[in-house]
């Protein structure tokens, strides 16, 4: 059974120094933005597999960010089914 409420992608957006951390589920729905936790983030980094990000992903982190989607800086994670 899948799970459509679970984070499937962690993208980190903005600048390395004080990038914003968003979780997305597998449809690529915005489900949250992790706080100023960095143990949190950090641990999803090591168990995830950086990729490239999905143009529709892509699309909806402009999106929730407001952002411009060519201007727009993202390093993306793919996180383990569970």
Known sequence: MQRTN??????LVGTPQAPRAL????RHDYL??????EDVVEDLMKVGAPCRAPD???RRVAHATG???TALALWC???ADW
């Open 6 to 11: 679970s984070g499937k992608y962690l993208v």
């Open 23 to 26: 979780l997305f589920g597998p």
């Open 32 to 37: 949250a933005e992790l706080g100023d936790d």
């Open 56 to 58: 529709a992903l892509k």
């Open 67 to 69: 952002a411009s989607e």
């Open 77 to 79: 994670w793919r996180l």
